[in-house]
C-alpha cells in the first residue's frame, strides 16, 4: 500500500546517508593518519634536536631547504647512530661536516657527456 514513489526517495536518501557516513569514516581515518605523521616527525625533531649541536641543527637545515632527501638520509644515519648507542655526545658542526663528506662520496655519481657531431648530408667534399 505504500507508494511506490515515497519509497524510491526514503531509499535514495538512505543511500545517500550511508554515503555520507562513510565519508565521515574516511575523513576521520585521515586526519588519524596525519596526526599520527605530524607527531612522529615532532619526535624526531625532538631526538634531532637532543643529538645535534644548533650549529649542525642549522647546517642541516641549510641542506634540506636544497635537498631534502640529502638531508633526510643524514637525519635517518644519525637517529640509527643514537639508537644504537653510536653517538655518546652531541654531534658538532665538524662532524656532520664529515659525516656528509662520506656519505657524498659514497654517493657521488660519475656523469659522462657524449657529443654525437652530425655531418651535414648536403655539404660535398669534393
Do not use: C, F, W, Y
Request: net charge neutral; proline share 2%.
Amino acid at each position: 500500500m505504500a507508494d511506490p514513489e515515497l519509497e524510491a526517495i526514503r531509499q535514495r536518501r538512505m543511500r545517500e546517508l550511508q554515503h555520507g557516513a562513510a565519508n565521515q569514516q574516511n575523513a576521520g581515518q585521515q586526519k588519524a593518519q596525519e596526526d599520527a605523521k605530524q607527531e612522529a616527525e615532532e619526535r624526531r625533531q625532538m631526538m634531532l634536536a637532543q643529538i645535534l649541536s644548533s650549529e649542525a641543527r642549522e647546517r642541516l637545515s641549510r641542506i634540506a631547504l636544497v635537498k631534502p632527501d640529502k638531508a633526510r638520509g643524514v637525519e635517518d644515519v644519525l637517529l640509527r647512530a643514537a639508537q644504537t648507542g653510536g653517538i655518546s655526545e652531541k654531534v658538532s658542526e665538524e662532524r656532520l661536516i664529515s659525516l656528509l663528506e662520506q656519505i657524498n662520496s659514497h654517493t657521488s655519481k660519475q656523469t659522462k657527456v657524449t657529443i654525437q657531431r652530425r655531418r651535414n648530408v648536403l655539404d660535398d667534399d669534393d
